[in-house]
């Protein structure tokens, strides 16, 4: 026969493991609408430096400037650039970019180009020093809520890696997102810069909502409007100058944006993860409440069948 205190014993395990994952829902939840009012709150720098390339851009052919952040090399060593999270509990997360990270690796090793690791994230650090891998640097323990500084301070560490010749190109691996409940890893190149995507218009936000008494996701595109300066318009300094001056703001503002998407996929897949564990808690709250109703009445019949049968016995 089961053990009732067992059972009951159990059934009150579920229970304060279910309030602990539902507090982790809403505290993920918090974080992902503070993660939705940063990237808000950076927009306005981003388009009025947006406004100010594409001015440049009509003043000179990019393609023909030297510029360093723009000259074309022969790749021989890659910098891979991967964004991961510090904590688990966020479904498969980190395992997903950690696979598309290996993945490009072994495509440049087939292809006979050297690599090296810029990580970003605990999980990163632990898993590919484990193994050995080429780092050339780590930063773990970054807030959770991504910082222009933060953002500042790896891009300072990509352009001393580039501008060096150390690696001869560097690609973004991080996590775009995509809803609550998919994300995707991509892989961009970060340096050298791409004249033709210093004047992409299109810009997408997310908004959390909810729904029904659900969390939902909406994205929608934002379209900045770009105009050119005035023809007249004279500049102090030589545009080139200028340009090369911005195009460094124009890196650290991209990996911002890359951190805050890869931070608000780590918080929707832990929001999701803490929701089907709760789920799953009252699932089996359920099985066992039927189990220990079954093993109850069980109880009571027994006793119930030895009353009866001292009694006859008498």
Not at 253 to 263: H, I, K, M, T, V
Request: with cysteine; net charge neutral.
């Amino acid at each position: 026969m089961p053990n009732l205190k067992g059972i009951r014993d159990r059934i009150q395990s579920v229970k304060n493991t279910k309030k602990i994952t539902e507090a982790m829902r809403l505290v993920a939840a918090a974080k992902v609408r503070r993660a939705q009012e940063q990237v808000t709150s950076t927009r306005p720098f981003a388009n009025t430096l947006l406004q100010v390339l594409y001015s440049l851009k009509s003043r000179l052919r990019l393609e023909e400037a030297d510029l360093p952040l723009l000259k074309q090399r022969e790749v021989k060593c890659v910098g891979l650039l991967v964004i991961t999270g510090d904590r688990g509990l966020c479904g498969g997360y980190n395992a997903n970019i950690i696979r598309k990270a290996e993945q490009r690796a072994k495509e440049l090793a087939a292809a006979g180009i050297n690599y090296k690791f810029v990580l970003v994230g605990r999980k990163a650090v632990q898993y590919f020093q484990n193994r050995q891998a080429p780092v050339a640097k780590t930063y773990a323990g970054l807030e959770q809520i991504p910082s222009a500084a933060e953002a500042s301070d790896i891009a300072d560490e990509l352009l001393s890696l580039f501008l060096s010749e150390e690696v001869d190109k560097i690609e973004l691996i991080y996590t775009r997102f995509v809803s609550l409940i998919s994300s995707q890893p991509v892989v961009q190149t970060l340096l050298p810069l791409v004249p033709e995507a210093l004047t992409n218009p299109d810009d997408e936000t997310f908004n959390l909502i909810t729904r029904g008494g659900k969390f939902q996701v909406e994205r929608e595109k934002v379209a900045t409007e770009v105009k050119e300066l005035p023809a007249d318009m004279i500049f102090e300094q030589d545009p080139k100058d200028i340009l090369n001056a911005l195009l460094p703001l124009y890196l650290s503002n991209q990996l911002l944006r890359a951190l805050q998407e890869g931070a608000a996929s780590e918080l929707a897949a832990r929001m999701t993860a803490m929701n089907n564990a709760s789920d799953n808690a009252s699932d089996l709250m359920k099985t066992l409440t039927l189990s220990y109703n079954k093993a109850r009445q069980a109880a009571i019949t027994q006793e119930l069948s030895e009353v009866v049968a001292g009694a006859n016995a008498l």
